[in-house]
T-cell receptor, first 110, second 115 residues
């Protein structure tokens, strides 16, 4: 069935890099996504990658996709306190649905 | 520009009482509409999605129902709430299939506590 898994918690020191990992099951997913949720708010799209790409870079964000292993990662360089949030991995199913993982809570400490 | 409104923001209801959460989208036509639930310590679970008026797909068997009486209005309901219905409910919209890129635009959420 459809399933997206990710670790639940990550703690990093300010200025270090953060790497959040995700595995998914549907090999036919066209796009894979990272969403960010600030405390008490809805989710916002952070970045996405097309399934025929291996890597996408957007300023401090780097997305890596290993389609063979169905593994997606998000790297945040020079992590700041403002990056503290919950990060959700998601895969597209068909033309209308997104299936989300449980979310990884990123805590950034001085 | 497009906006999505969701209300009420916070709700405390007794077990067995009814529920109605409302969501409206402005500034777009024919959107896909979604209801997700985020339970404490758990991920984001897709409850319902709709590609048009009165076209609603239920993803998970449960105590809830959804309706779409107008193109940009999506309602989540229950006749009798259970304790397990507690959670953070998020409404979202997206461009309809054909233009769908997977970008969902979320409302601010409704926190439901069932006592």
């Amino acid at each position: 069935g459809e399933d997206v898994e990710q670790s639940l918690f990550l703690s990093v020191r300010e200025g270090d890099s953060s790497v959040i990992n995700c595995t998914y099951t549907d090999s036919s997913s066209t796009y894979l996504y990272w969403y960010k949720q600030e405390p008490g708010a809805g989710l916002q799209l952070l970045t996405y990658i097309f399934s025929n790409m291996d890597m996408k870079q957007d300023q401090r964000l780097t997305v890596l996709l290993n389609k063979k292993d169905k593994h997606l990662s998000l790297r945040i360089a020079d992590t700041q306190t403002g990056d503290s949030a919950i990060y959700f991995c998601a895969e597209s199913i068909g033309y209308n649905k997104l299936i989300f993982g449980a979310g990884t809570r990123l805590a950034v400490h001085p | 520009s497009q906006t999505i409104h969701q209300w009420p923001a916070t709700l405390v209801q007794p077990v067995g009482s009814p529920l109605s959460l409302e969501c409206t989208v402005e500034g777009t036509s024919n959107p896909n509409l979604y209801w997700y639930r985020q339970a404490a310590g758990r991920g984001l679970q897709l409850l319902f999605y709709s590609i048009g008026i009165d076209q609603i797909s239920s993803e998970v068997p449960q105590n809830l129902s959804a309706s779409r009486p107008q193109d940009r209005q999506f309602i989540l309901s229950s006749k009798k709430l259970l304790l397990s219905d507690s959670g953070f409910y998020l409404c979202a919209w997206s461009v309809r299939a054909g233009g769908f890129t997977g970008e969902l635009f979320f409302g601010e959420g409704s926190r439901l506590t069932v006592l």
